[in-house]
């Protein structure tokens, strides 16, 4: 299937004459880290290429990455596909590898997947098999068939209605199955509602309910209840229960220091508060309830705020701390980010935590991180470069230090018409 798509890409470039757009993005990635079980530097170069040719309704893309990390080179291919446009109303079939993102996370699919746009629903029905996207959640499997129903937006008096539903067998030496299923819901038109700001319009009363039932274990694997409302036009009362099992993804730096973040399932109750007292603050109080896989159960909460200006200049502050049955947490974050230029930005981060676990005894740790983002104009290239560095530390009094380096150049190239002829 994956070869059949490249052979057929390959054939069409070469022998069609017409007018196509050609997109896509180079990316030059260096990096040094020792997060893992020994130091790691090395190399990487990602392409993204999307070929649109309209008129006859074909559309293929390709997504590679090379690596060069400690003598061994690699690559990997996340996306060749061809896709053919079988209606103007957006019907289309796609074939190759292609990636996909649903309950199971983001990852590539192995196979063939159809897409059929009705008046007021969207079915998405595909077969194949799937394989991981580094640094993101796995996905195992000899084989994954499934289908979305998505129903779009539909008012019912002051109440708008959008949801899904979704049918996934995995086959991997035994069949198993996974029911999908998502409703979001808002209530609007109340006279006297008026958004925070005004680039963010905003609802008087919305809620979200979304999980994902396994039948052959009677099992909710994820669930997850949301619910939103706006007390006046200056406040929000938050409301979450959740059930779930977070990723494996690589967490961000300020995740890593989220003294109520936690990698295990587990089960969380949290009401949360918000408001602004001008245009430009915003403060936050949250607490809750957690309920981890282990047995340990126990109470935590936090306290933010967040100041922007016009200038583009933000700054924010966040204290929480999580109490599970012998185990406590507390952290303090912050954060600056500030437009240099008009093509450059920088963003400064700092954390100081402070833990103690019942098992591996106290630590005290400082951390920073730097961050800086610079588009590159230079005249003799037809669309835009981009760069940007991430720098950080941190320090513990108990565990190992850590330090990463990761720099990142980027070339788009967007639109870019052309005739290819044989």
């Known amino acids: 299937m994956f070869f059949a798509s490249l052979f057929v890409v390959l054939l069409m470039l070469m022998t069609q004459i017409c007018h196509a757009g050609l997109s896509g993005r180079f990316d030059l990635l260096a990096g040094l880290d020792n997060r893992e079980i020994q130091t790691k530097a090395g190399f990487e170069e990602w392409l993204e290429i999307i070929y649109d040719q309209p008129v006859s309704g074909l559309r293929s ?28 109303s957006g019907d289309n079939i796609t074939l190759g590898r292609f990636q996909q993102a649903d309950a199971l996370g983001f990852y590539s699919l192995d196979g063939v997947r159809f897409k059929f746009n009705g008046a007021v629903t969207t079915l998405m029905a595909y077969s194949g098999k799937p394989h ?17 129903l998505y129903l779009r937006e539909q008012s019912l008096g002051k109440l708008a209605l959008d949801g899904r539903i979704g049918w996934q067998v995995f086959k991997q030496g035994v069949s198993s199955k996974r029911l999908n299923l998502g409703l979001r819901g808002k209530w609007h038109g109340v006279s006297g509602s008026l958004p925070r700001r005004k680039t ?86 949250s607490g809750r309830h957690v309920v981890r896989e282990a047995g340990d159960d126990g109470y935590g909460g936090a306290i933010g705020w967040r100041h922007h200006d016009d200038r583009g200049m933000h700054l924010e502050a966040q204290l929480d701390h999580l109490s599970l049955s012998r185990d406590h947490t507390s952290s303090f974050y912050v954060e600056a980010g500030k437009p240099l230029t008009a093509n450059m930005r920088a963003v400064l981060g700092g954390v ?57 150049l980027s070339y788009s190239f967007n639109q870019r018409s052309w005739e290819s002829r044989p």
């Open 200 to 285: 963010e319009p905003s609802d008087p009363f919305t809620f979200s309910l979304a999980g994902t039932y396994l039948p052959d274990e009677a099992l909710w694997k994820v669930f997850q209840v949301n619910l939103r409302g706006e007390l006046d036009s200056d406040a929000r009362l938050r409301l979450d229960y959740e059930t779930f099992e977070p990723g494996t993804e690589m967490l961000t730096f300020r995740d890593r220091f989220y003294s109520l973040y936690g990698r295990d399932r587990q089960t969380q109750f949290k009401a949360g508060y918000q408001f602004n007292t001008d245009s430009k603050d915003d403060w936050s109080l």
């Open 132 to 148: 991981r996207i580094e640094a993101l959640r796995p996905v195992d499997a000899d084989n994954l068939s499934g289908f979305d």
């Open 61 to 88: 893309g390709l997504s590679l990455a090379l690596r060069q990390k400690d003598g061994v080179n690699e690559a990997q291919f996340y996306q060749l596909y061809l896709q053919k446009a079988l209606s103007d």
């Open 352 to 408: 100081l935590q402070y833990s103690q676990k019942h098992l591996m005894g106290d630590n005290r740790a400082v951390g920073f991180e730097a961050r800086l983002q610079r588009i590159l104009r230079i005249d003799a290239l037809p669309s835009g470069l981009f760069f940007s560095a991430l720098l950080s530390g941190i320090w513990n009094s108990r565990l190992e230090n850590e330090y990463r380096l990761a720099m990142r």
